[in-house]
Structures are given as structure tokens and as C-alpha cells.
């Protein structure tokens, strides 16, 4: 039987590819999903996610997200991770507080917390 801790291990593994595949990264959230990075506006809905992620690769390449540590109690599933991209060729680290809450296996919602300033910082090449 796969936990809801093996889903989300399993999710994370998906940014090991350069370019995570948006249809298999969408079939991994309810229908009626939230997407929320704190700093920024949520995304709504499995499609606008699936739409948002799949984007991604117009800014940046994901070069695998490190999960220095991650709990589970019931339907929630919290990690602290270091989501590492390449923009225009240069290397991208942000520290983040990823925070799953899931329903039947699936992710319902998904809050990420970091520092905004950090990471435009980061993503300007500074």
C-alpha cells in the first residue's frame, strides 16, 4: 500500500528530470487542488496547476529538489527541501518548507514557503 509519504517522495523524484513531464506531475493532485507559493498568488484547480508547472521550463530547468527532512502524520505530509534549478546556464538553489495535504492519495493542496526576495535575487544572478 502506498502512504501519503511515498506519494510525495515519489512527486519530488519527478524534478530530478530537467523537464518533469506536466501531465504526470498533474496526476498526482484532485481535481479541485491548490497550488499556493506563499509569496505569490495559489493556482487553482489541476489543470492551472498542471498548466504552472509545465511552464516552468520556459524560465528555468529543474536540476532535482534534496529533501533534507520530511514527516507525516495522517493526510499531511511537511518536507524541508533545497529545490535546486539552472537559469540561463547558472545554478539556483532555494531553501523551502513544502507543506502536502492529501486526500485519497492525492495532493489537495500544496503550500511552499521561502524568500521571495532570495529567490528573484537568485534568478537575476546575484
Avoid: C
Amino acid at each position: 500500500m502506498t502512504t501519503n509519504n511515498d506519494t510525495i517522495t515519489a512527486f519530488v523524484r519527478e524534478f530530478d528530470a530537467a523537464e518533469p513531464d506536466a501531465d504526470k506531475l498533474a496526476s498526482y493532485f484532485t481535481e479541485d487542488a491548490v497550488y499556493h507559493n506563499i509569496p505569490m498568488q495559489p493556482v487553482n484547480g489541476r489543470e492551472a496547476i498542471k498548466a504552472a508547472l509545465g511552464g516552468m521550463k520556459a524560465m528555468m530547468l529543474s536540476a532535482g529538489w534534496e529533501v533534507i527532512h520530511q514527516v507525516a502524520d495522517g493526510d499531511v505530509v511537511m518536507n524541508e527541501r533545497i529545490d535546486r534549478f539552472t537559469v540561463q546556464g547558472r545554478p539556483v538553489e532555494v531553501e523551502v518548507m513544502g507543506v502536502f495535504e492529501l486526500r485519497d492519495g492525492k495532493i489537495a493542496a500544496w503550500r511552499d514557503y521561502f524568500d521571495l526576495a532570495g529567490f528573484q535575487k537568485s534568478m537575476a544572478g546575484g
